[in-house]
């Protein structure tokens, strides 16, 4: 297109923006207009992608990081030809493809679900490090993000990130309009404060007049010939553009038009212009995967070692039998243990640094382009990166999250460093599995089994060593159980994961001892959970007792309880878990105090059977 074509296209990504709004009722089209002409001059000139074919190769990958702004991104749709213009209209209705925010679950040509702002940007890094290193593609990462957003530390682990990898295949478009939901943004239209920001983290700033669309095309064009280094183009605009009932006024945010049909007359009324969006550059297929035999570490009965570190050994051996694996870390792989896959597959595992949110994120852009992440820290630091983990489900990202150093199993490191909410955060994210393996056996086949899985999948584990419960032959479903210890004489049902099942195991010997046999439950996964097993040990036994390093919330407990509210009785359930605020001890001193070893399981069930036997 000619300028004044592009101005035109621009002009009708507005009316459109309005129109979709005004048909909902609802929506954000003052953020959609501000940001037209940046659209439109990506979409005409810049911009290569098949719609036909959005899981090509060499596409480009585009993201829209306000996704509030969703309405200018269906209006390009329109304008490609993706979606018409009766679908437009369904804008946010129920059922409609087009959410109040774009999802990959809805829509095959978005990336990734924004809507959380400043996350966008960081996923948009895992994508363009992951063309860059990985897929080895020339595919360029455009990512548009609102100036508000800037005011996100997520914002700025991605942007030191991405100059520190040299991620020239990646553009930040700023839409610098000035205002945010409430009134102005911290640094309103100051477009050289956020130059020198960026300019810090080692990115080429482009600072240029978001409303006109020859120097937008000219600054584009800067960026894809910027080698070494990311550019962020800085566009000045005004919110609202074009109405000037509503133009660079506050007050107006999420809000359709007062008067749509008048704003649209405004704007030269509606048009139906259609771009031939350039076609992607030839391409070799995604990635090869290799596959090999897989080959896991196997441990012997008697010895003994850390889950982590049968982790970091399966997670090697699996990177060997399949090329299609990744491992990241926070700074902390000599701990988590993935120093073992990265010593032996260098060039596909990722450091991220002390910086978990683009940890996740950077998960998150890689399993876009089709890659099976693995992404490690201290289970506790997982809990920064909370928000991310949540906006991955509702994306339908398949992530894989280890979380070591869980519990107060860690000793004398103290509470600031134990993971003691992590399995209730992640049993609260929509289609997770949650795993918490005892056993280096079972945990070298659960890391296997995470791969095939949906989803956000989570395996805790732990910093001691622990005995071998398990022959390395041993098969673990992801929703079963083990039972290591039954009798038709069970007075009770002990329900351990992780460093408690060798307590649970110690206190059954020690209640056998009394003439009170014990059956024990190793839950090693906490979710799905095994309904069936524990509602035969409760129909068998009578009362479970469940043990946990843990809080009380949301963890083992609440999930085995969760296996009997479907009306059935609830048995008698009596809930160990750590209740107090642990300091520096050494492990066993610390599950001591916790009331969560072998000594406090005896005693509860001692109480839980004389309690039967008053009844």
Known sequence: MNTAELVELAQQLRVDSVRAAAAAESGHPTSSMSAAELMAVLLDRHLRYDFERPAHPANDRFVLSKGHASPLLYAA??????????????????????????????????ETATGSLGQGLPVGVGIALAGKRLDRAVFRVWVLCGDSELAEGSIWEAAEHAGYEHLDNLTAIVDVNRLGQRGPTRHGHDLDAYARRF????????????????????????????????????????????????QDREGLH????????????????VRDLRVRVQE???????????????????????EKAATRDAFGRALAALGTARGDIVALDGEVGDSTRTEFFAKEHPDRFFECYIAEQQLVATAV??????????????????????????????????????????????????????????????????????LYPCDPNQTAKLVAAMAGLDGIRYLRTSRGAGPVLYGPDEEFTVGGSKVLRSSPEDRLTVVAAGVTVPEALAAADTLAGEDIPVRVIDLYSVKPVDRHTLRRAAEETGALVTVEDHRQ????????????????????????????MPGSAAPDEQLHAAGIDAMAIAATGRLLVEEAVAL
């Open 553 to 580: 919330e949301g963890g083992l407990g609440d999930a085995v309880l969760d296996a009997f509210l479907d009306g059935r009785p609830v048995p008698r359930l009596v809930r160990l878990a750590v209740r107090t």
């Open 77 to 110: 749709y329109k304008a490609a030809g993706a979606v018409d213009d009766a679908e437009l209209l369904t804008f946010r209705r129920l059922g409609s493809h087009l959410e109040g925010h774009p999802t990959p679950r809805r829509l095959p040509w978005v």
């Open 199 to 246: 300019a810090a983290f080692g990115w080429h700033p482009v600072e240029v007049d978001g409303h006109d669309v020859d120097a937008v095309d000219r600054a584009y064009s800067e960026a894809e010939s910027t080698t070494g280094q990311p550019t962020v183009i800085l566009a000045r605009t005004l919110k609202g553009k074009g109405v000037a009932s509503v």
């Open 280 to 302: 992607p550059f030839t391409s070799r297929m995604l990635h090869s995967v290799p596959t090999e035999s897989l080959e896991l570490p196997r441990y012997d009965k008697g």
């Open 254 to 269: 999420g809000k359709p038009l007062p008067d749509p049909e008048e704003a649209v007359a405004e704007l030269g009324g």
């Open 365 to 434: 852009g890689m399993a876009a382009r089709g890659w099976v992440p693995y992404a490690s820290t201290f289970a506790a630091f997982l809990t920064r990166a909370h928000d991310f983990i949540r906006m991955a489900s509702i994306g339908g990202a398949g992530i894989n999250l280890v979380g070591s150093h869980a519990g107060v199993a860690i000793g004398q490191d103290g509470p600031s460093q134990m993971g003691l909410e992590d399995l209730a955060m992640f049993r609260a994210v929509y289609g997770s599995a949650v």
